[in-house]
């Protein structure tokens, strides 16, 4: 029995024995072939050491490859404590270098850590700092390669780029929205140390940065410095609250130019409160568009056939009572006997009034919707607002009637850009867009490609066409004559829109507006440009931002290479207008009889001579009356 007893015993030890061998087994099988890679991860970081080294972000470039933002290699200050050997000349001669006290400086020198980057006194060093401090050949101190952004035009197109933080990441704009494309990966120099953080002799190991995603945008450089400049004059000139400028292919929904007055620089953005930087105004401000609405009106009525421009007219007493409402004409005692065509010539309340009450607020409300007001269009910005409309169960006859001419409703300016270019381009309601393409930074590759996007097709080829018709009117015989381009077929429509305060409506305090296109018969580009309490002139849209927009088509006929258009509308012109005139071909004729013809001009000469052998500008070229003609003379 005892024997039996101690035979068990040893068979159970051995089963033990057994089981805690093969426990072992599982447990070294385990470790070198699923925990391997994590352990020697682990192994390796105490005494692996990364120095980083920053990646470029990506370039931002316009849609003609002028680059917009890059980048500027500088320096920046790492500590390795450990190496460091006289941490107190060192505290001192940095500290002197970079301005800054002893006690910050040791306080970086003397941190318990592996690797202590020293900010925010370190970063972005210029070359003079960096070469006293690399002088100096401290063990311990490295100087690493940090890449600045560089925002080449400083605060031009600042709203929509955006900035980047000391870090390098995106903050706001673009910047921000595609930061994961444009922030690359960083790179480092690996070495190894013992356990007191000493360097080993050992290999260096070099991981190379990746450069971030490149990005064109829809932006052309040529016609966005010409609304910068515009918006500078604007501010210079009528020291507005704010002024904003939109411009877009009306054919695809490409955003060509976009700025906003107050902006910011991009670089010095710590110097700026957080509602300059974040509010861009062209997509995020909303406003009762005014008389720019009127558009929308007017295209509904004739895709619904309510309205014949050239037959059906309108008298205007300069008012229309609805219900026990007022509603004045901005003419005082009213335009009289019209037809609709000159009723949308003339900018006419009181017709646009008759015009709403035809269609019906059903009719007119699914119209409005369907051009895109009332939601976001989608642009790829942050911060894009929706405005606000009535609801439908609200509107009654007098909301009906202010809706007609644009009062009473709130809209951004991107909405009412990318409606009206549906009302003039055929019909088509496109997604607005400012990025066109991420490219690959070293093959160029293509990764990315935005292109147009209809949302609806809102009217008919037909209807847009009599709307197209009715603008160009507007432009060379109503209230949109200072927007005429002479040898161009002009089309818009003014805005003037009374501010809005606690509910009431403020006195003498306006936004004006103007929305202009060209070709009028076949529009490449449209232009708003609105200006917020504009002071010291009186507060008209076609009066202020009128000759604003004819400046930025006048670029944008240069930029994309318009040409000239015949047969189109000509200006009909009141006594206070500054009149064109034919240059008549003078070359070949006497001096005498050059002068006669050319009585509508100055002249000046050059050479001498009783006959004209040159001219400038030539023959067949229309100029405002008053301008200079050169002679140059000879026998």
């Given at each position: 029995m005892f024997y039996k007893t101690i035979h068990a015993r040893i068979k159970i030890i051995i089963i033990g024995c057994i089981i805690l061998l093969a426990l072992i087994i599982i447990r070294v099988f385990f470790i070198q072939l699923i925990e391997y890679k994590d352990l020697n991860k682990l192994a390796n970081d105490l005494w692996n050491r990364n120095l980083p080294i920053e990646a470029d972000r990506g370039l931002i470039y316009d849609r003609n490859g002028v680059v917009l933002a890059d980048n500027v290699t500088t320096t920046s200050l790492v500590f390795v404590p450990n190496q460091i050997k006289d941490k107190a000349a060192v505290s001192t001669a940095l500290s002197e270098i970079l301005n800054v006290s002893y006690d910050e400086m040791y306080k970086h020198v003397a941190k318990k850590t592996s690797i202590e980057r020293v900010h925010p006194e370190g970063r972005r060093l210029n070359y003079e700092i960096s070469d006293k401090i690399n002088s100096l050949n401290f063990d311990g101190v490295y100087l690493l390669k940090e890449a600045k952004r560089n925002y080449v035009y400083d605060d031009y197109l600042s709203h929509v780029v955006g900035f980047v933080g000391i870090d390098n990441q995106g903050l706001s704009g673009l910047e921000l929205q595609y930061d994961k494309y444009l922030k690359g990966e960083n790179g480092s120099i690996?070495?190894?140390?013992?356990?007191?953080?000493?360097?080993?002799?050992?290999?260096?190991?070099?991981?190379?940065?990746?450069?971030?995603?490149?990005?064109?945008?829809?932006?052309?450089?040529?016609?966005?410095?010409?609304?910068?400049?515009?918006?500078?004059?604007?501010?210079?000139?009528?020291?507005?609250?704010?002024?904003?400028?939109?411009?877009?292919?009306?054919?695809?929904?490409?955003?060509?130019?976009?700025?906003?007055?107050?902006?910011?620089?991009?670089?010095?953005?710590?110097?700026?409160?957080?509602?300059?930087?974040?509010?861009n105004l062209p997509i995020w401000s909303t406003y009762e568009p005014g008389s720019t609405f009127k558009i929308i009106t007017i295209s509904s009525s004739l895709q619904e056939g309510t309205v014949d421009l050239d037959k059906d007219t309108f008298y205007d007493p300069g008012y229309v009572r609805v219900e026990n409402a007022r509603i004045r004409c901005w003419k005082a005692g009213g335009h009289g006997a019209q037809t609709f065509l000159q009723v949308v010539e003339n900018s006419c309340n009181p017709g646009f009034v008759e015009l709403g009450r035809r269609l019906g607020k059903e009719r007119l409300y699914k119209y409005i919707h369907n051009f895109g007001f009332g939601k976001k269009t989608g642009i790829d910005?942050?911060?894009?607002?929706?405005?606000?409309?009535?609801?439908?169960?609200?509107?009654?006859?007098?909301?009906?009637?202010?809706?007609?001419?644009?009062?009473?409703?709130?809209?951004?300016?991107?909405?009412?850009?990318?409606?009206?270019?549906?009302?003039?381009?055929?019909?088509?309601?496109?997604?607005?867009?400012?990025?066109?393409?991420?490219?690959?930074?070293?093959?160029?590759?293509?990764?990315?490609?935005?292109?147009?996007?209809?949302?609806?097709?809102?009217?008919?080829?037909?209807?847009?066409?009599?709307?197209?018709?009715?603008?160009?009117?507007?432009?060379?015989?109503?209230?949109?004559?200072?927007?005429?381009?002479?040898g161009y077929r002009v089309?818009?429509?003014?805005?003037?829109?009374?501010?809005?305060?606690?509910?009431?409506?403020?006195?003498?305090?306006?936004?004006?507006?103007?929305?202009?296109?060209?070709?009028?018969?076949?529009?490449?580009?449209?232009?708003?440009?609105?200006?917020?309490?504009?002071?010291?002139?009186?507060?008209?849209?076609?009066?202020?931002?009128?000759?604003?927009?004819?400046s930025i088509m006048n670029d944008a006929i240069n930029a994309l290479d318009i040409k000239r258009r015949e047969n189109g509308s000509e200006m009909r012109y009141n006594w206070y207008d500054k009149k064109y005139y034919m240059v008549p071909d003078v070359v070949g004729l006497e001096k005498v009889e050059a002068i006669k013809q050319l009585k509508n001009f100055q002249i000046e000469y050059s050479g001498s001579g009783k006959k004209i052998l040159e001219q400038s500008p030539s023959g067949g070229t229309k100029i405002i009356e008053g301008e200079k003609v050169r002679l140059y003379l000879g026998d």
């Amino acid at each position: 029995m005892f024997y039996k007893t101690i035979h068990a015993r040893i068979k159970i030890i051995i089963i033990g024995c057994i089981i805690l061998l093969a426990l072992i087994i599982i447990r070294v099988f385990f470790i070198q072939l699923i925990e391997y890679k994590d352990l020697n991860k682990l192994a390796n970081d105490l005494w692996n050491r990364n120095l980083p080294i920053e990646a470029d972000r990506g370039l931002i470039y316009d849609r003609n490859g002028v680059v917009l933002a890059d980048n500027v290699t500088t320096t920046s200050l790492v500590f390795v404590p450990n190496q460091i050997k006289d941490k107190a000349a060192v505290s001192t001669a940095l500290s002197e270098i970079l301005n800054v006290s002893y006690d910050e400086m040791y306080k970086h020198v003397a941190k318990k850590t592996s690797i202590e980057r020293v900010h925010p006194e370190g970063r972005r060093l210029n070359y003079e700092i960096s070469d006293k401090i690399n002088s100096l050949n401290f063990d311990g101190v490295y100087l690493l390669k940090e890449a600045k952004r560089n925002y080449v035009y400083d605060d031009y197109l600042s709203h929509v780029v955006g900035f980047v933080g000391i870090d390098n990441q995106g903050l706001s704009g673009l910047e921000l929205q595609y930061d994961k494309y444009l922030k690359g990966e960083n790179g480092s120099i690996k070495y190894y140390s013992d356990a007191k953080g000493q360097r080993l002799k050992m290999a260096e190991i070099y991981e190379e940065p990746q450069s971030g995603i490149n990005m064109m945008l829809t932006i052309d450089h040529n016609i966005q410095a010409s609304v910068e400049r515009e918006l500078d004059n604007i501010e210079a000139k009528y020291n507005p609250d704010s002024a904003l400028a939109i411009v877009m292919d009306p054919n695809n929904g490409e955003i060509l130019a976009m700025s906003s007055r107050p902006n910011f620089s991009p670089s010095n953005y710590q110097d700026y409160t957080i509602e300059e930087i974040n509010r861009n105004l062209p997509i995020w401000s909303t406003y009762e568009p005014g008389s720019t609405f009127k558009i929308i009106t007017i295209s509904s009525s004739l895709q619904e056939g309510t309205v014949d421009l050239d037959k059906d007219t309108f008298y205007d007493p300069g008012y229309v009572r609805v219900e026990n409402a007022r509603i004045r004409c901005w003419k005082a005692g009213g335009h009289g006997a019209q037809t609709f065509l000159q009723v949308v010539e003339n900018s006419c309340n009181p017709g646009f009034v008759e015009l709403g009450r035809r269609l019906g607020k059903e009719r007119l409300y699914k119209y409005i919707h369907n051009f895109g007001f009332g939601k976001k269009t989608g642009i790829d910005l942050n911060g894009e607002g929706s405005g606000i409309l009535f609801s439908l169960d609200k509107v009654g006859p007098v909301e009906l009637a202010t809706t007609s001419f644009g009062q009473g409703v709130s809209v951004t300016p991107i909405q009412q850009v990318t409606a009206v270019a549906a009302a003039i381009n055929g019909g088509y309601l496109y997604q607005p867009y400012i990025v066109k393409r991420l490219l690959e930074p070293e093959t160029n590759t293509v990764v990315q490609e935005n292109n147009k996007k209809m949302v609806r097709q809102v009217i008919d080829e037909t209807t847009s066409m009599k709307v197209r018709y009715a603008l160009e009117s507007v432009v060379s015989n109503g209230t949109g004559r200072t927007a005429y381009i002479e040898g161009y077929r002009v089309g818009g429509k003014t805005g003037t829109a009374q501010k809005v305060n606690n509910g009431r409506y403020m006195v003498g305090n306006y936004i004006v507006s103007f929305i202009g296109f060209l070709p009028a018969d076949d529009p490449e580009v449209l232009v708003y440009v609105a200006v917020d309490y504009p002071k010291g002139v009186t507060q008209y849209g076609g009066t202020v931002a009128g000759p604003i927009v004819k400046s930025i088509m006048n670029d944008a006929i240069n930029a994309l290479d318009i040409k000239r258009r015949e047969n189109g509308s000509e200006m009909r012109y009141n006594w206070y207008d500054k009149k064109y005139y034919m240059v008549p071909d003078v070359v070949g004729l006497e001096k005498v009889e050059a002068i006669k013809q050319l009585k509508n001009f100055q002249i000046e000469y050059s050479g001498s001579g009783k006959k004209i052998l040159e001219q400038s500008p030539s023959g067949g070229t229309k100029i405002i009356e008053g301008e200079k003609v050169r002679l140059y003379l000879g026998d």
